[in-house]
């Protein structure tokens, strides 16, 4: 008995040690994988309209501050906002950049999100258009009541980039409520098929436009509408016929001004999509 005193030291010693070998040999938990969304996920329709891609934007905080307002002439113009299937604006009329809707809006995806832009209406004066700015970054989206507007929003530091957007359109659910710059008019171009038109509504002065679709070809835009065509109307050019339903990435240029992005062909419907300044 007059030995514990030194037995019972050891015994806790040689306990802890043990515990600590345990712990060191129990294998390390592995880090939790983070979800990235490496390519677009806008849906390809919205409450039933189309969804027309009509660009991409990087923005460095997916914490944004985001700002609405008529692009152009003020003329009635009633919008719906949706950013990936929330609506963030629900149907409000348009003022004018002094006067713009302002909206905090955190961009939950990592790498790709989007934006959509719904019409009401078309204003007094067709389509309806608007400016978007995320955290000061402009863009204009426009639409009518036949198809929506959209854009990819890709949060950075993900090595995700605008560039690779082009490999898919989405695949999300029909959700929310979008709209675009262009709008189906429609018509198709043949079962299977279907038709797009690049359009301007006013005079840019700078030539004739030279239109060009990835895998397609080229047309040249060289007059204006007053009001948004029809594909069947081959006036002032920036035709493409009988394509084939999908996503197809175009560029467009005159001597003072150029543009970029990406469009989508839906099966027996005509598209348009207005460039603007």
């Known amino acids: 008995m007059k030995n514990l005193k030194y037995v019972l030291p050891l015994f806790l010693l040689f306990a802890l040690v043990f515990v600590s070998c345990e712990e060191e ?3 390390t938990r592995e880090e939790e994988e983070i979800e990235v969304n490496t390519t677009s996920i806008i849906p390809s329709t ?3 309209r ?3 891609v009509l660009g991409c934007i990087e923005i460095n905080s997916r914490i944004t501050t985001i700002e609405v307002w008529d692009h152009g002439q003020i003329d009635g113009d009633i919008v719906s906002i949706i950013a990936n299937n929330e609506r963030i604006i629900d149907e409000q009329v348009l003022d004018g950049p002094n006067n713009p809707i302002v909206v905090d809006y955190d961009f939950s995806n990592n790498g790709f999100n989007f934006v959509t832009l719904y019409a009401h209406n078309l204003g007094d004066i067709p389509p309806n258009t608007c400016t978007i700015a ?3 970054e402009e863009f204009v989206l426009a639409a009518n009541q036949e198809a929506n507007g959209a854009i990819n929003v890709v949060v950075t530091g993900y090595d995700v980039f ?3 957007a082009d490999g898919n359109n989405g695949g999300g659910d029909d959700d929310g409520g979008g709209n675009d710059d262009g709008g189906g008019n429609g018509d198709g171009g043949g079962s299977g098929k279907g038709d797009f038109k690049f359009w301007i509504g006013e005079d840019f002065g700078c030539g004739n436009i030279s239109v060009t679709v990835e895998g397609v070809g080229s047309s040249t835009i060289n007059g204006y ?3 948004t065509p029809d594909c069947s109307n081959t006036n002032a050019g920036g035709n493409f016929n009988n394509l084939s339903p999908g996503n197809y990435s175009f560029s467009a240029n005159c001597t003072d001004y150029s543009w970029s992005g990406s469009m989508t ?3 027996d419907v005509c598209t348009t999509l207005r460039l603007t300044l």
Do not use: A, L, Q
């Open 265 to 267: 062909v839906t099966e």
């Open 50 to 52: 189309p969804n027309n």
């Open 162 to 164: 605008c560039s690779d």
């Open 25 to 27: 040999e129990s294998p």
């Open 46 to 48: 919205t409450n039933g």
């Open 134 to 136: 995320i955290n000061g």
């Open 225 to 227: 509408f007053t009001t």
